[in-house]
């Protein structure tokens, strides 16, 4: 059984929310495009406690998800990472097979943020959106996509995202 599964790292109470619109909003557009999809919540972390790292699970199929029960996403292809300043302190990645992409919400460059990410040879993309300059109203009169970074390895695929910018990843 093969199955694309994401992982969202939020902080407790603070961006709780924001974790659970993210995997149910592709969840939900996976089911659109005729695929299964499931998207949970990891009730281990206790959202309560302010700023505590909570994870938020979401997995796309174009086959029956066997592991249904299964809670957790044990091999994410997928890390998203909703705050900046989580991408130190702990190993987010654990887990990811070769090949995954991490994707972080701040408005610094990938040249800058691999230097903190732990296990960054396993990343085959690494995509930094700022996702509050995007949210901005200006952003979406003008159109201007200065605020999505993409880089990846050689013969990585990469989405198509206009007036974005790629950037090798160092090996």
Same mark, same amino acid.
């Given at each position: 059984?093969s199955?694309?599964?994401?992982?969202?790292?939020?902080r407790?109470?603070?961006?709780d929310?924001?974790?659970?619109?993210?995997v149910?909003?592709?969840?939900?557009?996976?089911?659109?495009?005729?695929?299964?999809?499931q998207?949970?919540?990891?009730?281990?972390d206790?959202?309560?406690r302010?700023n505590?790292?909570?994870?938020?699970?979401?997995?796309?199929?174009d086959?029956?998800l066997?592991?249904?029960?299964? &809670?957790?996403?044990?091999? /994410?292809?997928?890390?998203? $990472? @909703?705050?900046? *300043?989580?991408?130190?302190?702990?190993? &987010?990645?654990?887990?990811? /097979?070769?090949?995954?992409? $991490? @994707?972080?919400? *701040?408005h610094?460059?990938?040249d800058?943020?691999i230097?903190?990410? /732990?296990?960054?040879?396993? $990343?085959?993309q690494?995509?930094?959106?700022?996702?509050?300059k995007?949210?901005?109203?200006?952003?979406?009169?003008t159109?201007?996509?200065?605020?999505?970074?993409?880089?990846?390895?050689?013969?990585?695929?990469l989405?198509?995202?206009?007036?974005s910018?790629?950037?090798s990843?160092p090996?």
């Open positions: 059984m199955y694309t599964e994401l992982t969202v790292w939020t407790g109470i603070i961006m929310k924001e974790g659970r619109d993210i149910n909003s592709i969840s939900a557009s996976a089911r659109i495009e005729g695929k299964h999809a998207a949970m919540e990891n009730y281990v206790n959202p309560d302010t505590c790292p909570t994870r938020k699970y979401c997995r796309v199929s086959e029956i066997e592991n249904e029960l299964t &809670y957790e996403n044990e091999h /994410p292809n997928i890390v998203v $990472l @909703v705050e900046g *300043t989580m991408v130190k302190g702990w190993d &987010y990645m654990r887990g990811m /097979p070769p090949g995954g992409t $991490l @994707v972080i919400n *701040t610094y460059t990938p800058y943020m230097r903190f990410v /732990p296990g960054a040879e396993r $990343l085959a690494l995509v930094c959106v700022d996702a509050a995007i949210a901005d109203h200006k952003w979406l009169i159109g201007s996509a200065n605020s999505v970074w993409t880089a990846s390895r050689p013969k990585a695929p989405r198509e995202i206009a007036g910018r790629r950037i990843l090996r």
